[in-house]
């Protein structure tokens, strides 16, 4: 029982011993051990997450673990990062449970979250399409909670909190503003 996976999805997966589950990304192996989780693995993003909702997951990096980078356990309310040709190699952290797989029901939960990341869940949520005026716009960061909410709405809210605008022709959003600082 093995996935490939590039992108974003959440698991609900009941324990077997005899035929793990694992799920692959370019840079991450999961071994579920029966539990509910998410993995987050785009190839146009430098990161890949892993967070645990309950039970419990073995993380590796895809090439052999090793005693300088070996795989972590992660239990309820701790996800695994791990930064493409970062030589730290796995890093753990506490999150929210409530903000693992919260983007199936549209919210998003950011704590100085670059614009890059939330347009790219707009994207994949929403089926959005972002063309942008300055790429440094892209590294401003945004701390917010959105709950089930329009993509108008979110859209609405963020040219709120920062500098930065949308313009919508056809099917095609401009984001352009003053870059942060």
Request: charged share 20%; proline share 3%.
């Amino acid at each position: 029982r093995t996935v490939y996976l590039e992108g974003e999805a959440f698991f609900t997966v009941s324990q077997d011993e005899r035929r793990p589950f694992i799920v692959r990304t370019s840079n991450l192996s999961t071994t579920v051990l029966g539990t509910t989780f998410n993995v987050r693995s785009f190839d146009t993003e430098n990161i890949t997450h892993v967070a645990v909702a309950t039970g419990k997951v073995r993380v590796a990096l895809e090439a052999p673990a090793t005693d300088r980078h070996p795989a972590i356990e992660v239990t309820p309310g701790e996800r695994v990062s791990y930064r493409l040709h970062n030589a730290a190699g796995l890093q753990k952290e506490r999150i929210d449970v409530a903000m693992i797989g919260a983007w199936k029901e549209r919210s998003f939960f950011y704590d100085q979250t670059p614009l890059r990341q939330i347009l790219a869940d707009l994207e994949s949520v929403y089926g959005l399409r972002f063309k942008v005026a300055d790429t440094a716009l892209l590294h401003c960061t945004y701390t917010a909670r959105f709950k089930n909410l329009t993509a108008a709405s979110v859209l609405n809210s963020l040219a709120r909190l920062g500098q930065v605008h949308f313009t919508t022709k056809d099917s095609l959003i401009t984001v352009s503003g003053k870059p942060c600082q």
